[in-house]
């Protein structure tokens, strides 16, 4: 088979090239040693070695913070309207992709979240391949969540061989042909092998409350929220709306959940329907492995390893999981 | 359109969330528009408390007995009493070292001489009146200030977050400073609501905007044992804004 | 069609059911579905402007000219400045949302409808749905508690249908003493005391139920000793609920999210789940 | 409410005080300053914390100069501990100071002071009667504030600055953009220079006692105490020479030279001691009523050496750098700055484990209390006939000449 393939030493001019079609965002290690999805500007490469960034590409799809409502006396409720820019993500891993999957079909479908919509298709994503750490685990449990890119660079000896997997991708790849060899040989399978396989989990009983590990992990919860940001299929949020110093006009905006905080099943008068850390952490648990309403049935954990990296305590869902799911389907 | 009628007192403090109302220069116009600053010494003459308020600020905690009329009369004529400050909500920097012995205190100040001065263990407001809300921090965030004289406008109060400092540090994709640079940042047992303002600098959180809900501390505790932190000097830093944290 | 974007609805009248409790009507865009097109037991999102938006249950029935009737506890951030609502105020809506009572199901059926004080709210909208086709139904008992006399909603218009024949009704209170002025017929007994004489077809009886979560395993149990199977039984779940649209991630149970396959669910689909009943 | 209205409060300064007038029979016969703060007990606070929590805490004890408080405990304990620090972290130490005084001055003259001379109550009554000059006092103070916070991290109670340190180097960015503010603002101060100098006089001219300040001039850093009498002090001995003393009516200690004699610190002092040229022909008069002057002088002292900095620091180019290292644990140490109200100094001894066994702080409006006395005294000696209400505003004018900080003067 031949492939098209991109040397390391082009990278650069490919990056370039890229810029052309909108805003290129990749994996950036900073000065303090953190990896994150950010600008890759002319002179800032991506590290396409690293294994993970501290938050996910959710980042640009769902804002930690953002109005996803204005209200003024005159025009009522207004969804603030955003220039949908280009953006190409670069340097998506598989686990990535499939959890921008999953969060379209939380977001996306009859009645699109406005804001989401918006950014999602002016999205262009950008896939390569990886090499799983000790942290990650989509080779333990595949998941039926699509992988699914626009463009993919599969690994190849000082460089990539680049595919493209979408219309739109077909389109930048013709853009940048001239910075592309032929080669002969076949494409090493990727980590992609792992997603979009699973079709579905069976019923399973819900997981026992009275196992050990449930007061364990409330007992070493700090509450910090790490591992619900960084992860790419959590998107609880809060609503919060705030009134202007004007006295009318007012916002509304929506602000990343944690399940393990205290008000998170929290109602009026202070009742909760989840008030200790334990039962929280099998609501986690349910979602990260057994889905929820329309996404049922769909494990939500795509493997990346980022709880388990940023948990301050080292707390970690998978062994439970493993034991719990028999390891995937 | 009537203007709220506000009255902004301090106690026991250092005027510092005073003087942030003070430092929203942009805002101060707008404020001036909605509010009028009845009782205000700090920054208005004279300083008489006079009829109903629809907000009272209080910066401070309370050490003196008169402070705690003051109060008293404050909570008396406003509709909503708002602690601002961590000193107001929690006692803060100045309730360092509730229950030792004041006198010892006293004289390591004042030596033998006979001054007098009738002051009791810092108390937040909570203590000895109603709050309807409060907004924390040592000084507090021009942000949370703004957003409750916002708030104000319409008749609301602020929503109390419940999240700790950590959850904002990682949105905003700092290095942990805790768990990667061994540093005694308190940003998992801190409420939330700066923007991690200090992590984001890459300086540990000093807890200056009081406990989060649900604070784990046996767990920080353990945490820090495991990197060979000595208990007591933990416990001590976390004192510095609230003596009341019990393991 | 956009779900995300509430849409204006004005104060048309408020009115004062108990010291905490209000009903609210609102006029809405005619025709719309979030006043012509839903069924009892779903709900829509109420915002009000500066403070935020909470879900609250039909209270009334659909209507064509867009008016909704909502009966607000003022509990909270949003619910009590709505206590000061006036006529002519502009709120916003969004909806309808979730899953109703399955009134196809009940044709030709019994109805129990029991409700714990504000979950009277949603049952009142069933309660009138079926009243508009009364002879498509058996009999309708309505089982209603509350903690005190005065926190009795509706029990003028309980005691209005029950004189007209349409239903059977008993009322009842927690507490003792203030039960003495209380509306004819109220006693003083704790919501699932009230299934202990009751004598109904278990196989033609469908049981409606909304109240605090606390008697719902009580109350379930009740109707099982009656006969009732777990299909029969419906509940209408209150959740913590941020979008009302699938997506804010609080409101789950077990597998199932609260504000599109519920409020209302079976008893069948909560029997064994975490936190179902509670 | 009986003890409330006795509190009386003196109104448009920092913290709780009141000025009292002693009266035989109809006539006022003195005033005095009272200090009715609660003493927070800050020294007691600081013994037994280690020595990186000193600054931390210590910056507490004011907002409006927690900055200065916060610099000026760093540098106690470095001196107490043998820590050297970079020239880059004492070039912005000393930018986060005089953003300090910007700040804090621009209050002064603009809110505080201002509505003593205009004859309204606050504010709010200046932003009706004269918006411009509000606004343009509000855009000097919030460039202060700008300056506090990118070098400090936050304009009160900075938290970049550490010991040894700063947690996070401004890039030459941020300080470039200070340095265009700067440039523009001079042009606001400049016009508030006119301004305030035309201003009608509210007070009489009244005697001087002797000024002392920190020797460094307008770098506000410096090593010893000079004084208008032409001692001068080395650090390590000012604690004894300043002296401190507890008097009755007043929560803050005081501070008197030789034992008696009392004198003054602050921007007029600052300046009698070290005038700029172009200056002198503008402080003539010598006296009290000139402080208002001496701050809006300051003011573009303030901003000229606030450039200054930025260009040294700019040129040198802006780098991270670790935080320098602990010479030893125990030690004794002071460092004096000035704070816009004056000499401000911290001292400190710490034991074997770097934990802090003594800790003695001196704030400029303690001192003052003294030179206050003499300016109460003075006053009424020329308003003697003069009704009880019109004494009263002037006295309380005339305690507001030193702009009194009561949080640091109690503390
Ligand atoms: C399906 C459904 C139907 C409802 N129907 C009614 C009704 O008809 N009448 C009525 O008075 N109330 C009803 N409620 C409850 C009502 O939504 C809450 O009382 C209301 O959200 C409280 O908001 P608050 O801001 O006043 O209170 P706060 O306690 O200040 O609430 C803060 C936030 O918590 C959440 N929250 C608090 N309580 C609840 C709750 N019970 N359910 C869901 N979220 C909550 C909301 O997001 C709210 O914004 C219903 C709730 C649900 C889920
Ligand atoms: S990252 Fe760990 S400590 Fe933090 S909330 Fe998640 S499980 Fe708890
Ligand atoms: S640096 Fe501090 S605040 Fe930030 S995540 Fe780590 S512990 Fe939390
Ligand atoms: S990070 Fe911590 S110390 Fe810093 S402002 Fe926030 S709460 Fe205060």
Known sequence: MVALCIANSNMAFLLERLQQYGDVHGPVRGDDGVVRFAALTPGVLPDLSAVRTLLSPKKYLLHPLETILTYTELSGYQVPLEEPRHLILFGLHPCDLAGISYLDRIFLGDDPDPLYATRRS??????????????????????????????????????????????????????????????????????????????SIQERPDPDPALPEWQEYAEHCLGCGACSLCCPTCSCFDVLEFGALDGGSAERVRRWDNCLFKSHAQVAGGMSFRKNRAERFRYRYHHKYRGFGPLQGIPACVGCGRCRVACPTGLDLRPLAEQLEGGGS | MRKLRLAIA?????????????????????????????????????????????????????????????????????????????????????????????????????????????????????????????????????????????????????????????????MRENLCLLTERDMLCLGPLTLGGCHARCPTLSASCEGCRGPVPEANVKEYLALCAKTGRDEEAVLGRLHRFWPGWVL | MNNSLPLPATVLAIRSLSVDTSL?????????????????????????????????????????????????????????????????????????????????????????????????APLRSLLLALLKQRDSFGRIIVLYGARETGALLFADELLEMKKRGGIELQLAVDHHDQCLDGPPGCRVALLPALLDQLAVDPERTFASICGPPV???????????????????????????????????????????????????????????????? | MSNLRKLDMLTRVEGHGSVELIRDGERVVDARLNLFESPRLFEALLVGRRFDEIPDIACRICSICSTVHKVAALQGVEQALGISISRQTGLLRELA????????????????????????????????????????????????????????????????????????????????????ELAAASTDVAASIAYIFNLNEILPTLALVPSCAVSGGPSLFGDCLVTSVGTSIPVKQSARWLNERIEGHTHAKVSHFDETT????????????????????RFTDRSIKSALKARVVELQLAVRRAQELIEY???????????????????????????????????????????????????????????????????????????????????????????????????
């Open chain 4, 313 to 411: 620091l700019v040129t040198d180019g802006l780098k991270n750098e670790p935080l320098s290292a602990v010479g030893h644990v125990q030690g004794e140490g002071a460092a004096l700055v000035e704070a816009p109200r004056g000499v401000l100094l911290h001292s400190y001894r710490f034991n074997d484990r770097g934990i802090c066994r003594a800790a003695n702080i001196v704030t400029p409006t303690a001192i003052n209390q003294g030179a206050i006395a003499v300016s109460l005294k003075a006053l009424i000696a020329t308003m003697d006939g003069a009704g009880y209400a019109q004494v009263k505003r002037s006295a309380e004018m005339l305690v507001r000449c030193y702009d009194p900080c009561i949080s640091c003067a109690v503390h």
């Open chain 3, 24 to 120: 609210i009507t609102l006029r809405t865009e005619s025709n719309h579905p979030v006043s012509a097109a839903f069924l009892p037991g779903q709900f829509l999102e109420l915002s009000l402007p500066g403070f935020g938006e909470v879900p609250i249950s039909y209270c009334g029935l659909p209507s064509s000219d867009g008016a909704v009737e909502l009966c607000i506890r003022h509990v909270g951030h949003v619910t009590t400045p709505l206590k000061d609502a006036h006529p002519g105020d502009v709120l916003a809506v969004r909806g309808p949302f979730g899953r109703g009572f399955p009134l196809s199901t009940y044709f030709g059926q019994a109805l129990l409808l029991i409700a714990g004080g504000l979950g009277l």
């Open chain 2, 10 to 170: 301090g106690l026991t403090a250092c005027s510092g969330c005073q003087l942030s109302l003070l430092n929203c220069e942009d805002e101060l116009p707008a404020l001036m528009a909605q509010f009028e600053f009845h009782f205000f010494p700090l920054a208005c003459s004279p300083a008489v408390l006079e009829g109903e308020y629809d907000a009272a600020i209080v910066e401070g905690c309370l050490s003196m007995p008169h402070e705690k009329e003051l109060l008293h009369e404050l909570r008396k004529r406003s509709r909503y009493l708002i602690a601002l400050g961590t000193c107001a909500a929690w006692g803060g920097v100045t309730a360092l070292r509730n229950g030792e012995d004041r006198e010892l205190m006293r004289q390591q100040v004042y030596g033998q001489s006979p001054v007098a001065v009738e002051t009791f263990d810092p108390l937040p407001l909570g203590s000895l009146v109603l709050v309807d809300a409060a907004v924390t921090g040592c000084p507090p965030e021009k942000e949370e200030l703004l957003k409750l004289l916002a708030g104000l406008t319409q008749g609301a109060l602020p929503v109390e977050n419940d999240y700790p400092v950590c959850t904002e540090c990682r």
């Open chain 4, 262 to 281: 009392p004198f003054m610190v602050g921007p007029l002092a600052r300046l009698l001691l070290s005038m700029p040229a172009e200056h002198v022909h």
């Open chain 4, 97 to 180: 100071v005089q953003g300090g005084q910007i700040e804090s001055h621009a209050l002064h003259i603009f809110c505080l002071a201002l509505p003593d001379y205009l004859g309204v109550s606050g504010f709010q009554e200046l932003a009706a009667s004269v918006p411009e000059k509000l606004q343009m006092g509000l855009r000097i103070k919030k460039l202060g504030n700008q300056i506090q916070a990118i070098v400090g991290g936050r304009a009160i109670h900075p938290f970049n600055l550490l010991v040894g340190g700063l947690a996070r180097v401004p890039d030459t960015g941020q300080l470039r953009f200070l340095s265009e």
């Open chain 1, 122 to 199: 002016a999205l262009t994503l950008i896939g390569v391949t990886c090499s799983p750490d000790e942290f990650c685990s989509c080779q333990i449990s595949p998941s039926p969540l699509e992988a699914a890119s626009d463009m993919f660079l599969s690994s190849v000896d000082d460089g990539f061989a680049v595919t493209s997997t979408s219309s739109r991708g077909a389109e930048l790849l013709a853009g940048v042909k001239e910075l592309l060899v032929e080669r002969d040989g076949d494409l090493p399978e990727d980590t992609r092998f792992f997603f979009g396989r699973a079709t």
């Open chain 3, 215 to 278: 008697v719902y395993p009580y109350l379930v149990s009740g109707l099982r000793q009656l006969g009732l199977g777990n299909v029969q039984i419906h509940l209408s779940l209150e959740r913590r609920m941020k979008c009302g649209i699938g997506r804010c991630g609080h409101c789950a149970v077990g597998n199932r999210l609260c504000c599109i396959d519920g409020p209302v669910f079976s008893a069948e689909e909560l029997a064994g789940i975490e936190g179902g009943f509670v």
